[in-house]
């Protein structure tokens, strides 16, 4: 059964600065692929202990887990993303 996703309003932000291409790809693969699987992937260290990181290409996408849903936090280029 796929985990229900929510967004922080801060991810339309970041959204609004890619192509529209990539955010589409982007959506589509959270939607889809997150979704089913919410717990198999790189559960973060340090100061972003607690959260995961799910990679689409060269985009990161940061985000939790509360019980059965997934709450999107942040949309970011590799580069960028864990930089405060």
Known sequence: MAASVSYKASVRKDLKQ??????????DA????????????????????GLYSYRVGDWRVIYSLIGEAILV?????????YRE
């Open 18 to 27: 890619l192509d529209r291409s990539v955010v589409l790809r982007i959506l």
């Open 30 to 49: 959270i939607e889809s692929d997150l979704a089913a699987n919410p717990g198999k992937n790189k559960a973060l260290k340090g100061q972003f202990e």
């Open 73 to 81: 936090l942040r949309i970011a280029h590799r580069k960028e993303i």
